[in-house]
C-alpha cells in the first residue's frame, strides 16, 4: 500500500458557513494576556481544527482582525466563535455557574496531567496564560484544577500555542473516547 498525499479538494474540508453549523466538541478556551498576536492566531487554528466551541479572550490578548493574528490563524479566526472580555475572573465565575469545568493549564501544585481528563470533566474551559508569568495567581484560583503537560528536557515549558494545540487535541480525544458509538 503505497502514500499519497491528498490534495486541498480531497479533504473533504468545511467551509466556514458548514463548520459554524457543525456540532463542537464541549471545549471553551479562555486566553488572558497572551502577548503575542502570532500565538493567538496559532491557538485559532489550533481551535478549528480540534473543533471547539469557543475561544475568550480576555486582558491585553488582542483580537480579530489584526494582520499579525490573521498571518498564523489563515482563517480560523472567521470560523472560531470567540469573544472579548476584559476581565476573566467574571468570565470563570460565570462558566463555573453553569457547570463547566474550569482547568488551568499550569505547572502547579496538585495539578493531573493532562491525560487524565475524563467525561466528568465536560464540558470543559481550559485556561491559558501570558507565555513568561503563566496564569495570574488570582485567576489560578478560581480553577477547579491544574492541568500540565509532562516536561522531560531541561526547558519546563512549551510555547504556548504549541502546549495550546497538544491540550485541545488531547482533551478532545478524551471526550470522543467516551462518547457512544453511533450508527
Known amino acids: 500500500m503505497g502514500l499519497r498525499k491528498l490534495q486541498g479538494d ?5 467551509g466556514v458557513e458548514e463548520y459554524a453549523r457543525a456540532g463542537k466538541h464541549p471545549v471553551t478556551l479562555l486566553l488572558h494576556n497572551i502577548r503575542s498576536m502570532y500565538n493567538v492566531g496559532s491557538i485559532f487554528r489550533s481551535a478549528d481544527g480540534a473543533g471547539i466551541e469557543k475561544i475568550i479572550l480576555t486582558g491585553y490578548t488582542a483580537t480579530p482582525p489584526r494582520k499579525e493574528i490573521d498571518k498564523t490563524a ?17 468570565v470563570l465565575v460565570s462558566l463555573k455557574a453553569a457547570g463547566i469545568t474550569v482547568c488551568g493549564l499550569e505547572i502547579a501544585e496538585n495539578s493531573r496531567k493532562y491525560t487524565d481528563i475524563g467525561p466528568a470533566d465536560f464540558p470543559l474551559c481550559l ?8 496564569i495570574d495567581d488570582d485567576i489560578l484560583a478560581l480553577c477547579d484544577h491544574a492541568i500540565e503537560i509532562p516536561q522531560y528536557g531541561t526547558k519546563h515549558s512549551l510555547n504556548v500555542s504549541v502546549a495550546a494545540g497538544i491540550a ?16
Do not use: I, K
Not at 489563515?74 to 467574571?90: C, I, K, M, N, T
Open 10 to 14: 480531497e479533504m473533504g474540508r468545511l
Open 127 to 134: 485556561v491559558l496564560g501570558n507565555e513568561v508569568d503563566g
Open 74 to 90: 489563515l482563517g480560523a479566526q472567521d470560523s472560531v466563535e470567540w469573544e472579548y472580555r476584559r476581565h476573566p475572573a467574571e
Open 168 to 183: 485541545l487535541f488531547e482533551l478532545v480525544r478524551a471526550f470522543r473516547e467516551f462518547q457512544p458509538a453511533t450508527g
